[in-house]
Structure formats: C-alpha cells, structure tokens
C-alpha cells in the first residue's frame, strides 16, 4: 500500500511540472522576436501565442492590436513584374530622368535633385530614361506639380518623399512605385515600394556627421535604456532599470533621469522606440549614437528593408510584454550587444547619413532588381563598405571586391598588372621596364601613352607581355577600367619612376596582405591650416602620413571602376584641370571606402635623390612639395565628398629578416640594404 501510494505521489509531481514546462515555452518564444524567413519579404513578426498574453494585458488592449481587415493597397496588385517594364532598362541599365519643378525650387528638393544629377544613373533625354523621377510637392502654400507629360498611369515611375508632403496629391499613382519616409505596414507593397528614414530638415547633402559611438561594450554607469520621447527628446534611465519606462503603468523608477534635447543623441545601450508615426524619427538619431534600437510594436517599414537585414541591428519587441523584453535587454551576451552596435554605425555611415547616400542607395534597390540574379547580394548589402560602393557592374561575386577577403578567408592571386603613364620622355624608361619585368609576380606591362607624339616603335624585350594603350590626353585616363587588365593587382607607375625589382616584390607581398589599401613608397600628409581656415598636404618627411603616391603604389584593380564610374564628373575633371589633385581624388576614394589609412614600404634615398625637380607638362611625375596654386586642391575634394576621409598612420613595413648577417645571396630583399 505505501509503495503504491509513493508512486502516486511521483506522478503527480511529474504532472505538475510537466504542466509547467509546457506553460513556460511559449512564454519563451514570446521574449525573442523570430527572425525574417531567407528569401521574403522582412515584415514585422506577427505573434502567434494571443492567447497567452491574458496574463501580461487588459482584454481591451488585445482586441485593439488583434488581427486587423486588411486595408486596400494602394495602386491594387501592383508588383514589379506587373507594373515595371525593364525592356527599357536593358540597353544602357537604369537611367533615371527627374521631371523639372513648376514653380520654386525648395532647399529639400534642391539636395534631392543636386544627389540624383551627381549619380551615374542621371540622364537629360527623357526618352532614353527607364525610370522616371517625380519629386514629391514640398511647397509651404499647399499647391501641388500637375501630373507629368509621360505619366502613363504611372507605369515606371517612382514618386520620392523624404519628407511628409504638405499638400494632397490631385492625381492616382496607379502603377507607379512610391518611396517615401516610413510609410505604414498597411499600405507598403513589398518588392515594389521603398521604404525610406524620416529625416529632419537640416539633414546633410553629402558627406554626413560620423556615428558618435567610441566604445561598443557598455561601460560602468552608462544608462542601459533610453526612451524616445516626444519633441525629438530621450528619457535616459541607469543600468538599474526594474520597471516599466513607456506604457505608464510603471510603480516607480529607480534609475536617475536625465532629458536630451532634439539636437542631442542618447548615451545608453538601447534605445527604445515605440511604434507610433511621431516617433520614427528617433530611429536615425539612434544609430547615428551606435544605441541598439528596440522597436515597440512599430506600425512603421523599416527603411530600406527590402535589402538590409534589421535583425543584425536592431530588435523588434511586444509592447505588451515590457517585463519580459527588459529581462532579455539586461541578460544579452556582450558580445551580441557588440555585433548590433557597431552594425549601428555601419548602416549609419552606408545608407543614411546624407541625402545623397539614401537617394543613391534607393537607386541601387532599383537597379537591384532590374538586374535580377546579378545584382548585390546579402552580403555586400550588410557588410562593409556597403552596396553603393560595390557596384554590380564590376562583379556579382564578393570575392572579386578587394575588401571581402579577409571576410571569406582568401587571398587574391599572386600577379600583378603594371601600368606606366608615359608619353613625355623621347625613349622607353628602359631601366623602369626591365626592373617591374624581372619581378616573379609580374603578369604584363601596360604603357599608357598620353602624348600627341607618337609612341616609339622599338620597345624593350621582356619576359612578360608588353602592350602600349593610346591614352585620351587626360590624367583621370590613368584610372580608367581597361580591359585589358588581366590581374587583381595594379602597380601604377609614372615614367619617372625609378624603382628596384626588390622593392616591387615586398611592396606587392605586403599588398597581398592588405588587398583593399594603397601600399605606395612616396607620401603626403594632410592637416588642417589655421591661418588659411581650410585643409593642406605636404610632401615633407614627418612621422605621420595620410595619402601614397599613384607614381608608384600597388591598389586593387576595382578602385579603376569606382574612380571612373561612382565619382562626380566635377571632382573628375578637376584632376584633369589640375593633375596633381589626382593623387589626392585617389587617396580620398580609398579612404572613403575602407575608413583606413595607406600603407608606406621603403623606399630607397637614391630614387628620392633622382627625382625630377618639377612636372613635365604631359602628366603626373614623382611630385614633391605641392605647389600653393595646387593646395586648394584638396579643400575641393573634401568639399565634394562632404566631409574628410583621409587617416594618418605612422606605419611603415620593412622586411623583417633583411639585415640578418647572413651572405648576400641569401637574403631575399638585397636591394633594400643598400644606401
């Protein structure tokens, strides 16, 4: 009898708990938002366990955001097979033509137009446009643009709105696609509209503040939570947080408080943001301040979010499960809390801290899509340094980018392509030619001829292939995507240049290594000039640099592809008007890309010596102190590209082993010893 009743008892101890397990697991599910399925559309999640938020809210409250009709989209089932013609895309690609303005042109939509007339997709002629470029009405008296000559029911039109438009449209988008800032969930059509950030007014053209975040792991005494309040100010509470900060039912907060005004970023971990319209401007002033954005129940589209993956930046929680939600935020590993902070700044430095990044990264989802199976993939969306600067017209494959390397553990292939700019001497550099030539890694010579002279007619015999490339008379020339290029690797030399076959191999050795810089052997330095109120370089010889010669450096073939085809036409043919700005262009298009200063190798004092005093009037020699006429130079560069990219190092990589005492013959790198 007491042995029966014993087993009695254990089995309703194991009934009890089981009964409890299965309770608790769908409590669970309910604290972690699941992640978009691969492949469709990122929507908001939509909770599956209703019926267990009995405990956690009032039965008003769960009838109120229970499933709703759905409303009527907006231009019925548009699509993009069905409302899209890309037959008008295949010739040229995407062109994009923006309808003039009736009447004044507004500040917003002067940075609007200044960003798409700046991008490689615009074009004058209508008729050759594939997508046509309505800008949405911005005009303080309310009165709206007539509906355009070629609307066609809107069919390959995209109406853009960054900002809320203040008069009503007196036309029918029909078949025309919508990019506006944050529309609702209700009334977005994925695949086909684009989802835009809300921004303010005095939102920068180009270039863009930096992200604000110095330290990605949180510090002691940093707020854990910040609440987006309205007015554009946060509610900052300290890391001991046990209440609840946004449905006002909270008993008492214990954390001290402080109040940020618009103009201000939050200092705190996390940023949470509830779902209501007014607060979806607080959703860039986070990232901008690296704090994770946790999303309450939006009612909003992310921008972009056709192409970026939110879930590695942001969260998405139920406003109704706030103890919940505050017990994940407190026990999140920190390496997870890293991850989604320094994700912050990427997204904030790639897509969203210009107009013109978000005006070009819209085009690109365009683009995207017109492309189909060749255009970006995940990966050059979400990673560094972003899909606008990893144009799909050089390749699909990651691989082929020089900074996608060290991500996918690979090195590119061990050749290289030289590239002499010439034209001026009488004869051949022979000395310069036979010394690339004898290097192992050496693939081909290509002399790019920029003289009205003709080339000579006998050149050197070397053990690699050499071609001679009639140039345009241009210095940009130099930095055009031949076809002929066979390898990765370039080694841009000037004629002038004189240089050991040693130093060629160690400078591309370390080049493999670092595939995404500029490894060169004469530098420049840049610094800010009080007197003159504006940027300078030198060619002096100081601890710090900034910027490598093109007369002789190793950089990757791409930056050819984005120097000709992603820069402005303006900065462009301010080299050719001034060619000792082409060095400074080069430098900023890298240092805007990678965020990461040039490499220097040595060099030895006999070249320096032998440098011709001054240019020659057919092109870039080894330039020394830069002249004054051409320091303006680079205030123009900096002004065209917003901001300042370039980064001082005091690096320099010398062989390691080469003064070892060791007989001659055993060292690798023998002309590096020599005075």
């Not at 609307?151 to 960054?162: F, I, K, P, Q």
């Amino acid at each position: 009898m007491q042995s029966w009743r014993r087993r009695s008892l254990w089995l309703a101890l194991l009934a009890s708990w089981l009964l409890v397990l299965l309770g608790l697991f769908p409590l669970l599910r309910l604290a972690v938002p699941t992640s978009p399925r691969a492949g469709a559309p990122q929507g908001w999640p939509r909770w599956l366990d209703a019926e267990l938020l009995q405990s956690f809210a009032k039965p008003g409250e769960l009838l109120e955001d229970g499933p709703q009709p759905p409303q009527a989209l907006r231009g019925g089932s548009c699509n993009w097979g069905a409302c899209f013609d890309t037959s008008k895309c295949r010739g040229g690609g995407l062109k994009v033509f923006v309808y003039p303005a009736a009447g004044p042109v507004s500040e917003t939509r002067h940075r609007i137009l200044a960003s798409v007339e700046g991008s490689r997709y615009h074009t004058l002629n209508a008729a050759e446009a594939c997508l046509l470029l309505l800008l949405s009405p911005d005009t303080p008296t309310g009165e709206c643009d007539p509906v355009p000559p070629q609307w066609d029911g809107g069919r390959n039109h995209l109406v853009l709105s960054l900002h809320p438009a203040p008069c009503p449209r007196t036309f029918q988008l029909g078949q025309a696609m919508v990019a506006e800032a944050s529309p609702t969930v209700d009334t977005f059509r994925p695949g086909f509209d684009v989802a835009l950030p809300l921004l303010p007014e005095a939102h920068p053209l180009r270039g863009g503040a930096p992200g604000q975040l110095r330290q990605h792991s949180p510090r002691p005494g940093v707020a854990l939570l910040a609440l987006a309040e309205d007015g554009g100010r946060w509610h900052v509470a300290g890391t001991d947080f046990s209440a609840c900060p946004w449905d006002g039912r909270c008993e008492r907060d214990r954390g001290p408080k402080q109040t940020y005004p618009g103009a201000m970023l939050p200092n705190a971990t996390f940023c949470l943001i509830p779902g209501r319209s007014p607060d979806v401007l607080h959703f860039l002033q986070a990232l901008q301040a690296g704090c994770i954005p946790v999303l309450l129940s939006p009612r909003w589209e992310l921008p972009f979010s056709e192409v970026i993956d939110w879930t590695k930046a942001a969260i998405v929680a139920d406003e109704r499960l706030p103890l919940q939600v505050l017990t994940a935020l407190q026990e999140m590993p920190l390496a997870r809390v890293l991850a989604l902070r320094q994700q912050t700044q990427f997204l904030w430095d790639a897509y969203f801290s210009s107009v013109e990044k978000i005006i070009h990264a819209t085009l690109e989802i365009i683009q995207d899509r017109i492309f189909g199976a060749s255009a970006h993939t995940s990966l050059l969306w979400n990673s560094p340094p972003g899909a606008i600067l990893a144009l799909p017209t050089f390749s699909p494959s990651p691989s082929d980018f020089p900074f996608y390397h060290l991500q996918q553990g690979s090195r590119p292939l061990g050749r290289f392509s030289a590239l002499i700019w010439g034209g001026a001497p009488s004869q051949p550099p022979l000395k310069l030619i036979q010394a690339v030539a004898s290097s192992q890694h050496c693939a081909q010579i290509l002399v790019l001829w920029n003289s009205e002279k003709p080339p000579p007619t006998r050149w050197p015999k070397t053990a690699v292939p050499l071609t001679v490339i009639d140039g345009h008379r241009k210095v940009s020339d130099r930095f055009f995507p031949y076809s002929a290029i066979s390898t990765d690797a370039i080694l841009s030399l000037d004629a002038h240049s004189s240089l050991s076959t040693s130093e060629v191999d160690f400078a591309f050795v370390v080049w493999q290594n670092f595939p995404e810089r500029m490894v060169g052997f004469l530098t420049w330095s840049h610094f800010w000039d009080e007197a003159r109120g504006g940027w300078g370089y030198t060619a002096k010889r100081t601890n710090e640099f900034s910027m490598v010669l093109t007369s002789a450096a190793f950089y990757h073939r791409y930056y050819h592809t984005l120097f000709t085809h992603s820069l402005p036409k303006a900065l462009r043919t301010l080299a050719d008007e001034a060619p000792t700005c082409v060095d400074v262009l080069m430098n900023f298009l890298v240092a805007s890309v990678t965020k990461l200063p040039p490499i220097k190798v040595p060099y030895g004092m006999r070249h320096q010596e032998a440098r011709p005093p001054s240019l020659e009037p057919g092109g870039p020699g080894l330039r020394q102190e830069p002249q004054p006429a051409a320091q303006n130079c680079i205030n123009q560069v900096a002004a065209g590209f917003g901001h300042m990219p370039l980064v001082s190092s005091r690096l320099r990589l010398d062989p390691v082993l080469f003064k070892d005492p060791v007989s001659v013959l055993r060292k690798k790198y023998r002309s590096l010893e020599k005075p």
